[in-house]
């Protein structure tokens, strides 16, 4: 179904919407939100993003049924959300009961979950991909042409905003790291009169001692003071 004027408005409303949002999290769930009012064909959505080490995750979705589908695509490995990540590209199915790509995937979706047909957009930037943005119909050949792109103009949007949203959740988490070295750099000076640089390296050392993160280290000597890193030494 082709996007009327007043659907690439709410696309544009959207646009400006997620910028405001306060987080990654927030954003996700926006656009969860948004997938069913501007893809013609789409009655749920969800979004798997991609972490650290290729785990996958459905971040935010607008129903149950919707989350247990996209997690039996992960568990089995097999399905539409698994190839668009995968294989970066857009993955489109009419009739998930016919469908062969998938063989333990889609029996499930369309016979236990009752999806009949799906779009998979990837969420990408340049150079960044955070997971793919997944469209579920209850009725057959739900997603035309249009809808495609559509769901294409979405993900983008969103891809953009998600991208923005990560480097605000990034250097705001780089800020507090900062302020609670600060801190606990801070009680090693007044405890032994050490240097700004010394008192650095002396939690630099008890973090590579420990291997545990720089920031935990720190969050210990700020809340709990050195002696509780000589405690933990000793036991």
Same mark, same amino acid.
């Not at 995750?57 to 089995?76: I, P």
């Not at 016979?111 to 943005?133: A, I």
């Not at 800020?175 to 600060?182: F, K, T």
């Given at each position: +179904?082709? +996007? ?10 959207? !646009? ?77 199915? $009419? ?16 016979? =236990?979950?009752?999806?009949?047909? +799906? ?15 997944? +469209? ?13 792109? $559509?769901?294409? !103009?979405? /993900?983008?949007? &969103? ?5 923005? $949203? ?9 800020? $507090?790291?900062?302020? #609670? ?7 090693? #000076?007044?405890?032994?009169?050490? =240097? ?5 390296? &002396? ?6 001692? =420990?291997?545990?993160?720089? =920031?935990?280290? /720190? ?17």
């Amino acid at each position: +179904m082709k +996007m009327a004027a007043g659907e690439w408005e709410k696309l544009a409303d959207l !646009a400006r919407s997620m910028s405001e949002e306060s987080g990654f999290r927030d954003t996700v769930v926006a656009a969860v939100r948004s997938a069913p009012q501007l893809v013609g064909g789409c009655d749920e959505a969800g979004v798997s993003i991609v972490h650290a080490g290729g785990r996958v995750t459905t971040e935010a979705s607008t129903g149950d049924w919707v989350e247990q589908a996209d997690a039996l695509q992960v568990e089995l490995q097999d399905g539409p959300c698994v190839q668009s990540i995968h294989e970066s590209e857009t993955v489109r199915t $009419a009739d998930l009961r016919e469908e062969p790509r998938w063989p333990r995937w889609s029996p499930s979706a369309a016979d =236990r979950l009752g999806f009949r047909s +799906m779009l998979c957009v990837q969420l990408f930037t340049s150079g960044h991909t955070f997971g793919c943005l997944n +469209m579920y119909s209850d009725t057959v050949d739900g997603f035309d042409h249009d809808d495609v792109q $559509a769901g294409l !103009a979405l /993900a983008a949007h &969103v891809a953009v905003a998600l991208r923005g $949203a990560d480097l605000v959740d990034n250097l705001e988490s780089a800020l $507090a790291s900062r302020d #609670v070295i600060g801190q606990a750099k801070g009680r090693l #000076v007044e405890r032994f009169g050490l =240097r700004s640089e010394q008192a650095f390296d &002396v939690l630099v050392r008890f973090s590579q001692d =420990r291997n545990v993160k720089l =920031r935990a280290v /720190a969050e210990e000597v700020a809340l709990k003071g050195f002696d509780s890193l000589r405690d933990d030494t000793s036991s």
